[in-house]
């Protein structure tokens, strides 16, 4: 027992440091995922305290238990009204950005490292994927609309389904030699389409139990027990866990103003949602498990060599860049400038991606190792800029530039510029001679 009364310690401290943490975001805006991955690296990579080993194969359960709490509680607080106006923009964003992202990072990967096409394919796609694990607690922090808050929700979790697909499609496509771009799509849509189907079929099966369910005392967690079966049962699938559960989420918190007409309004098996207290306590039960996600992430990454953090920078710039124009050619335009300023900015990797890099190396992929090192690069500065960049937005005039840059008129301003210029000299011709008009005609001077 002496030797578990560190550890419990620690569990304790962690847990009233997430509190201050959230204090200290309120305040002075630095995000508490910033501060929880920095104590994991501590403890972990610096100290050699603790290492992903040590935690065998409760880990990725832990994880992915982490996932399933997360987009299921930040799909009970997205509202169906604010669900359609920005659905449309949530899908073009997400796919554009992922296969702008993967491309043009590839290129370089080719140009920068020795990695051969496909290797070279799956680093960018494992670059151009976006962690919901990450963006949707960081959000649902800041002081955005709800129609942001929904897109980025949406668009991360579609993100990340598109990142693990593709990267997993690729790594088989280089072991077996052969890539069907039929196959693919099909998957995609697959995984995205029956995935809904299972959440949002599973939320309206619950919910008619539900009256009985509340009948019966400590029964809360049969909610989530519930969503993890429909997350189990569509991975077993092949399709899209995290995107059921987010359907789950959706539907289950927006019940109530769906009208089923097979339904009696006394029926005693209609359909109903959740009541506040269980909301209160999913949230809570998110804000813990968030809290342990995040440490564990910086455990999970290494300190890498300088080479290295070079190329991962110049990966995670060039991710960053690209989401403007993306931003700029999806997103509607009637968002405030600093909404759209957050959704350009939004763009952290997570532990998907750490765990997707690891699968070229497992594989025996020329180049895997490479792989593996420039995502945990990426990865850490990635939530880094993402941090550093929200600060920056909520603190200076930064927002201004992102607007002026993601303006319909910005083209137009540039052109106007130029044109400007050029006619300067005839708009001061009566102010300041030139030529001839200054000096006298060459006769005169005779």
């Known amino acids: 027992m002496q030797g578990i009364a560190p550890a419990i310690a620690f569990v304790g401290i962690l847990v009233f440091l997430a509190h201050v943490f959230t204090g200290i975001f309120s305040r002075t ?16 990579p610096v100290l050699g305290l603790v290492n992903p080993s040590h935690f065998g194969e409760i880990g990725p359960i832990f994880t992915t238990i982490t996932l399933i709490i997360i987009l299921f509680e930040g799909g009970l607080a ?4 604010t669900l359609r106006s920005t659905l449309g923009g949530a899908m073009k964003l997400a796919p554009l950005n992922f296969f702008l992202t993967m491309g043009i990072v590839a290129g370089f990967a080719l140009w920068l490292t020795d990695l051969e096409l496909l290797p070279a394919f799956i680093l960018g796609a494992i670059v151009g994927s976006t962690s919901e694990a990450v963006v949707i607690p960081l959000v649902r922090q800041l002081r955005v609309k709800e129609e942001t808050t929904t897109l ?10 598109l990142s693990i697909v593709i990267t997993v499609t690729l790594v088989e496509a280089y072991l077996l030699g052969k890539f069907e771009v039929a196959s693919v799509s099909g998957d995609l849509l697959a995984s995205f389409f029956v995935a809904i189907i299972f959440g949002v079929v599973g939320a309206i099966i619950w919910s ?26 569509v991975e077993m699938l092949g399709f899209s866990g995290a995107i059921a559960a987010l359907a789950f989420g ?41 809290t342990f996600f995040f440490v564990y992430l910086g455990i999970s990454l290494k ?35 600093k909404d759209l300023s957050i959704i350009s900015v939004m763009l952290p990797k997570g532990l998907a991606a750490v765990v997707l890099a690891s699968i070229p190396l497992q594989q025996g992929i020329a180049g895997g190792e490479l792989i593996q090192n420039v995502t ?71």
């Open 303 to 337: 300190l890498l060599s300088g080479w290295l953090i070079t190329i991962g920078l110049i990966f995670t710039i060039i991710a960053f860049v690209l989401r403007i124009p993306a931003v700029k050619v999806t997103v509607g335009k009637a968002l405030p400038t």
């Open 250 to 290: 959706v539907t289950i918190g927006n019940i109530e103003t769906i009208r089923f007409p097979i339904f009696k309004p006394s029926s005693p098996n209609e359909p109903v949602g959740l009541t506040e207290t269980e909301r209160v306590f999913f949230s809570e039960v998110a804000f813990l498990l968030k």
């Open 29 to 44: 805006r630095i995000p508490d995922v910033i501060l929880l991955i920095a104590i994991g690296i501590c403890i972990g």
């Open 208 to 233: 008619t139990l539900l009256n009985r369910i509340h009948a019966i005392k400590n029964a809360m967690f049969t909610t989530p027990a519930f969503v993890f079966v429909i997350f189990g049962v």
């Open 152 to 161: 980025l929700s949406v668009e991360s979790s579609v993100n990340d389904v």
């Open 376 to 446: 945990y690069s990426v990865v850490l500065l990635s939530i880094l800029f993402t941090s550093f960049l929200v600060i920056l937005l909520d603190k200076t005039g930064l927002p201004r530039l992102y607007g002026w840059i993601l303006s319909p008129d910005f083209k137009k301003l540039r052109l106007k510029t130029k044109t400007d210029t050029r006619q300067l000299p005839d708009d001061t011709e009566d102010i300041i001679p030139v030529g001839t008009k200054l000096f006298g005609s060459g006769d005169n001077d005779n």
């Open 78 to 81: 997205l509202r169906l009204s």
